[in-house]
């Protein structure tokens, strides 16, 4: 009986590593104006375009199965003095687990991983990861 016990603990605990519930907390350090979004083709999901007038915070969730196969792409754009959205900056990284992570742009508009909780990293370009 244990032994079925401890396989069936190993089994859901591999099943749980597989899958990814995470919430991504952007936060925006800079007057500049900006826009954001993230690409997390494994699972085929995008989040909204988000604009940035000023400092402030926004959270992104995202869920599904095997996040960590393909690089997740952060995009940032600035707005020219025409008034058009132009590209910024780009970083990617692979990202798994359930729990939150923090981005932070500041005004180079580099998107910088700041701090995260449960939450595996790797082959990051994107700060401390």
């Avoid at 401890?6 to 859901?12: H, K, T």
């Avoid at 988000?50 to 995009?75: A, E, L, S, V, Y």
């Avoid at 780009?90 to 798994?96: F, I, S």
């Amino acid at each position: 009986m244990r032994v079925q016990s401890f396989a069936l603990c190993c089994l859901l605990l591999a099943v749980g590593l597989e899958a990814c519930k995470i919430t991504v907390k952007v936060r925006s350090r800079t007057e500049t104006p900006f826009r954001f979004q993230m690409f997390i083709p494994a699972i085929h999901q995008q989040s909204e375009l988000i604009t940035f007038t000023g400092k402030g915070d926004r959270d992104i969730k995202i869920q599904g199965k095997d996040c960590n196969t393909k690089h997740w792409t952060f995009k940032t754009w600035k707005q020219t003095a025409a008034g058009e959205w132009v590209p910024a900056k780009e970083t990617k990284g692979k990202y798994e687990g359930e729990g939150w992570f923090r981005v932070i742009i500041d005004s180079d508009l580099a998107p910088f991983l700041y701090d995260r909780q449960g939450i595996m990293c790797s082959e990051g370009t994107i700060g401390g990861c």
